[in-house]
T-cell receptor, first 116, second 111 residues
Framework: KAGVTQTPRYLIKTRGQQVTLSCSPI?????VSWYQQTPGQGLQFLFE???????NKGNFPGRFSGRQFSNSRSEMNVSTLELGDSALYLC???????????????FGPGTRLTVL | QQPVQSPQAVILREGEDAVINCSSS?????VHWYRQKHGEAPVFLMI?????EQKGHDKISASFNEKKQQSSLYLTASQLSYSGTYFC????????????FGAGTRLTVKP
């Protein structure tokens, strides 16, 4: 099976711009979670989608949004970029057989976003 | 509500052992362990479930004390390939459908 893929791998934007990141989960996985990783804050949960519905959201401002399509692919959008949004954005998928507490997550390689 | 990991960093020689700890202030359903090498995605190592069930790699061992809401990852006879940052992730009744990760423990194994 192909792993989780994320595009683009690298992105450079300027403050105030908007960005969209894409994630394709492992075939058959319907749950997709997004994380922001920075040296100072570690891995921070952004949100999780399952069957096109957002099931949970972390403590991030409304500038961060996402969606999931019927094929389980997910996109994350950040509007009005700030310098502090520079980070590695990881998505992870998992099988939904018995709940997230009981299934490992499979991470994609991430998108490195730099905001200038 | 993020779990707390200790130590923050550890340096070992090949063949030495290490223990990485993860503790939570809240009750837990499960603890997950991941390892991330520099420039790569986190990779799953192990899940420890309430009730004692575990699943993961045979060469990795860990414990989960439900009463103390703590987990420990045991790395024995370390190899160079063990180097990386280890993260614990926790699931509990305080969160639903999201994992809270610790800040990570950077492990360096030297020849």
């Amino acid at each position: 099976k192909a792993g989780v893929t994320q595009t683009p791998r690298y992105l450079i934007k300027t403050r105030g711009q908007q960005v969209t990141l894409s994630c394709s989960p492992i075939s058959g996985h319907r749950s997709v979670s997004w994380y922001q990783q920075t040296p100072g804050q570690g891995l921070q949960f952004l949100f999780e989608y399952f069957s096109e519905t957002q099931r949970n959201k972390g403590n991030f401002p409304g500038r961060f949004s996402g969606r999931q399509f019927s094929n389980s692919r997910s996109e994350m959008n950040v509007s009005t970029l700030e310098l502090g949004d520079s980070a590695l954005y990881l998505c992870a998928s998992r099988p939904e057989t018995s709940g997230g507490a009981y299934n490992e997550q499979f991470f994609g390689p991430g998108t490195r976003l730099t905001v200038l | 509500q993020q779990p707390v990991q200790s130590p923050q960093a550890v340096i070992l020689r090949e063949g030495e052992d290490a223990v990485i700890n993860c503790s939570s202030s809240k009750a837990l359903y499960s603890v997950h362990w991941y390892r991330q090498k520099h420039g790569e995605a986190p990779v799953f190592l192990m899940i420890l479930l309430k009730g004692g069930e575990q699943k993961g790699h045979d060469k990795i061992s860990a414990s989960f004390n439900e009463k103390k809401q703590q987990s420990s990852l045991y790395l024995t006879a370390s190899q160079l390939s063990y180097s990386g940052t280890y993260f614990c992730g926790t699931w509990g009744p305080y969160n639903n459908n999201d994992m809270r990760f610790g800040a990570g423990t950077r492990l360096t194994v030297k020849p």
